[in-house]
């Protein structure tokens, strides 16, 4: 097992965040030596500057956080996003497509941001809060074929957050083909210690400091 700050993915994404916060994260992240922080695109930018010489990585969401943006802007907003400096990709699947088993058009959504940036760490979040058992399997599935490297949970502004069962699922399908981010909810050491030894390799939240000294955190995401 990694060192527990090292499977973090330090997050702030709330729609108020300010500059000075992103700066904060940035500051936490590196004084925890977290694996990434995990920021909205828009921040890319400012949080490539106050990372730079160091190794922890800047992570941007597209499509956030409800996934039904259009493909071609999902691409941009994925390329624009590592041009600026952003290492990895965490991007939204279209859930009302998924629910109307419109198959072809979920895959080929995914396809085409990892086409555009193939060198990249592209995890799809499933948001399983609004899906049914078979329907994670299924978007699992899709993802994998779609040549995603992670999949992951949820985006921590859904009904809910990742669940032991979830997980479960994910990993059913994955087989250690892909690996696994769960994220949402998970607050205290205890959790996370418990997806890890489910065989989670990234967990995104906000109460990374928390987790890492044993506590536990009243973060929502």
């Not at 300010?18 to 500051?27: A, G």
């Not at 957050?161 to 696994?180: F, N, R, T, W, Y």
């Amino acid at each position: 097992m990694k060192p527990l700050n090292r499977y973090i993915d330090h997050t702030l994404l709330k729609a108020n965040a300010t500059t000075q916060e992103i700066i904060n994260l940035c500051e936490e992240a590196k004084a925890h030596n977290f694996f990434s922080v995990c920021v909205n695109s828009a921040y890319v930018p400012l949080a490539q500057n106050q990372l730079k010489d160091t190794t922890v990585k800047v992570c941007a969401v597209v499509g956030f956080p409800l996934g039904a943006t259009s493909t071609k802007t999902k691409v941009f907003e994925a390329k624009t996003a590592v041009e600026e400096g952003a290492d990895e990709i965490d991007m939204v699947m279209n859930i009302g497509l998924l629910k109307s088993k419109d198959f072809d058009s979920v895959w080929k959504d995914i396809e085409a941001v990892k086409k555009q940036l193939p060198n990249t760490t592209l995890k799809v979040i499933l948001e399983t809060c609004y899906l049914e058992d078979i329907e994670i399997i299924k978007a699992s599935e899709l993802a994998i074929q779609s040549g995603a490297d992670f999949i992951k949970t949820s985006t921590g502004f859904g009904t809910r957050g990742a669940s032991v069962h979830d997980v479960k699922l994910m990993k059913s399908v994955c087989k250690g083909c892909v690996k696994i981010k769960a994220s949402g909810g998970i607050r205290d050491t205890k959790t996370a210690l418990e997806y890890i030894n489910l065989g989670v390799d990234r967990l995104g939240t906000s109460s990374g400091i928390a987790i890492v000294k044993g506590g536990t955190s009243d973060s929502e995401y």
